[in-house]
């Protein structure tokens, strides 16, 4: 079962093939070597380029996971303010965020990998801004939790450890998840819905 969606899907917006290409290489290295391990001439190679031309488009292997990170972040976000924007109710908003958040790093769970347990490696003013999209798509969950709270739907708690503990649980799938898993990502974030309802003592 290949449930992997395409590198391309990953990077929107104008690019030349050639950067493409790279990207897509240069996430195939980082979740096969990790990114310490990963040398300009891997990806270069996985992209059928030389080391120089690699030059042309990225200033470093850095360059590319800053790169790689940011669009799965901000893909990540608009997901996220995608589902809450579906409905007005906060149990359905968090039924319909959990799930597309889960299925999102099932169906891109290399992409996930290496966004979510690469974050040490990128270089400190790349890391600001992943913080900042980071922060951003917990402080959308927080919401949610705060909004039901207030209407009674949810039982009252501390709303930044869970949004902390639900983006968690969808985050682990990109490390866990393959193409030999039994369940498919819209299975798995239906499950996950409904295991984030219990937690939150839905009604």
């Known amino acids: 079962m290949t449930t992997e969606q395409p590198f391309a899907d990953n990077w929107p917006g104008e690019r030349p093939e050639a950067a493409r290409r790279l990207l897509g290489a240069a996430v195939e290295s980082f979740a096969s070597r990790g990114f310490h391990a990963t040398t300009t001439r891997d990806i270069a190679t996985g992209a059928g380029m030389s080391p120089a031309a690699l030059y042309i488009h990225y200033p470093s292997k850095a360059a590319l996971l800053a790169e790689i990170s940011r669009e799965g972040h901000s893909a990540t976000l608009a ?103 039994t369940e498919t990502p819209e299975q798995l974030g239906i499950r996950y819905g409904e295991l984030v309802l219990r937690m939150l003592g839905a009604v």
């Open 79 to 181: 997901l996220v303010e995608a589902a809450v924007a579906k409905s007005d109710q906060p149990r359905e908003q968090m039924r319909l965020l959990v799930e597309d958040f889960t299925a999102w790093h099932a169906r891109g769970h290399t992409v996930g990998r290496i966004v979510n347990y690469e974050l040490r490696a990128l270089p400190e003013e790349d890391f600001a801004v992943v913080a900042e999209l980071r922060r951003r798509i917990e402080d959308t969950v927080k919401q949610v939790i705060e909004d039901g709270i207030a209407a009674g739907v949810f039982t009252d708690t501390h709303t930044r450890t869970a949004a902390r503990a639900i983006t968690g649980l969808g985050i682990d799938v990109a490390r866990w998840y393959n193409e030999r898993s």
